[in-house]
T-cell receptor, first 114, second 110 residues
């Protein structure tokens, strides 16, 4: 099956610094990628939809300036958490579609801000 | 706005028993997904259901879709401990977004 690679899998950063998370589709071109956030023992919350070559579409309540998304190519989308704070600590998961029906998920990134 | 409701949210059951997880959604959709998540891990795709009446089975798990009722079920047959996990249903909405239910935490007792 299609593979979506997310990197890093874990990151610990100091409060006030920025962290970049990469999401790559390894064997298919993904015109659309999605970024989710998951708090412990909770569901996945859609943060934004990332379209190659255009600005990301953010869900209501998600700060655009805080969570910068770039989809520079058909195989790569990045999420940058800017000026991270402890409340940004979470599990971030990307998803990429190989077709309209099938979506594949990355391994997730556990971000801890200290 | 698309909303996805799952129930039950928690389920503790004995090995060997059968049970069903239900997933209701609020607006028309032609795509429904079931995923499994183990603690600390990402999502594993179980089923993709694309049409009314679709039924898919893999091992002890069987998923079905009724688009008219906006209902999908995940049925577990003769549960075994290895099936303990959190199960999410997710529905494809407009703009190709995938919206998740809250998940069902399944704990199977030996």
């Amino acid at each position: 099956g299609a593979v979506v690679s997310q990197h890093p899998s874990r990151v610990i950063c100091k409060s006030g610094t920025s962290v970049k998370i990469e999401c790559r589709s390894l064997d298919f071109q993904a015109t659309t990628m999605f970024w989710y956030r998951q708090f412990p023992k909770q569901s996945l919350m859609l943060m934004a939809t990332s379209n190659e070559g255009s600005k990301a579409t953010y869900e209501q309540g998600v700060e655009k300036d805080k969570f910068l998304i770039n989809h520079a190519s058909l195989t790569l989308s990045t999420l940058t958490v800017t000026s991270a704070h402890p409340e940004d600590s979470s599990f971030y998961i990307c998803s990429a579609r190989s077709s309209r029906q099938v979506a594949f998920f990355g391994q997730g990134t556990r971000l801890t801000v200290v | 706005e698309l909303k996805v409701e799952q129930n039950p949210l928690f389920l503790s059951m004995q090995e060997g028993k059968n049970y069903t997880i239900y997933c209701n959604y609020s607006t028309t959709s032609d795509r429904l997904y079931w995923y499994r998540q183990d603690p600390g891990k990402s999502l594993e795709s179980l089923f993709v259901l694309l049409s009314n009446g679709a039924v898919k089975q893999e091992g002890r798990l069987m998923a079905s879709l009724d688009t008219k009722a906006r209902l999908s079920t995940l049925h577990i047959t003769a549960a075994v401990h290895d099936l303990s996990a959190t199960y999410f249903c997710a529905v494809g909405g407009r703009d190709d977004k995938i919206i998740f239910g809250k998940g069902t935490r399944l704990h199977i007792l030996p």
